[in-house]
């Protein structure tokens, strides 16, 4: 889309009163819109090749890093050449919601409140699920799938800010 020459570039309008934003014509707002949103599409397009980018060089080393440390999923940390790689691997729990109803059934049919383990929505926090007992826990598990989220990589340069 090609812009009236005199829209406001996207460093010019941070630095620009608001007012006289404001005050702008419509058909210069509407352009200085469209000029927005194409930056926005190119800065997206750009942030997920980096993140592909960071995760084509990175997800093989993390993932021995992982591997070394005993966690499936997590942060890590390594260095790669003065630069320190934060490696995120986000886990993601998926309970079979059909599972789930009849183990609470089956908590309330022992007399126990099966709220004090399932959440209304029929899923089970982590932290609620490594706390059962063990036996508990062997009842639980084909409900339970464990996945992982999209990795995320940040890179720390060595004594300097994050």
Wanted: proline letters at 6%.
């Amino acid at each position: 889309m090609a812009f009236p020459e005199n829209t406001p570039s996207v460093d010019d309008m941070l630095n620009m009163p608001v007012i006289e934003l404001a005050l702008m014509p419509p058909s210069l707002l509407a352009a200085v819109q469209a000029e927005i949103d194409v930056a926005t599409d190119r800065m997206k397009a750009v942030t997920e090749r980096f993140a592909l980018a960071l995760e084509v060089r990175y997800s093989t080393r993390a993932s021995e890093c992982r591997h070394h440390e005993g966690k499936d999923t997590g942060t890590i940390r390594f260095e790669d050449d003065g630069v320190t790689v934060v490696a995120d691997l986000p886990k993601r729990i998926d309970w079979d919601q059909a599972k789930l109803a009849q183990i609470a059934e089956n908590i309330a049919s022992a007399g126990e409140d099966p709220a004090e383990f399932i959440e209304t929505k029929l899923s089970v926090s982590e932290r609620k699920f490594g706390a059962l007992p063990e036996s508990w826990r062997k009842g639980f598990e084909p409900a339970r799938t464990v996945r992982t989220g999209k990795p995320k990589f940040r890179l720390v340069l060595n004594g300097g800010a994050s």
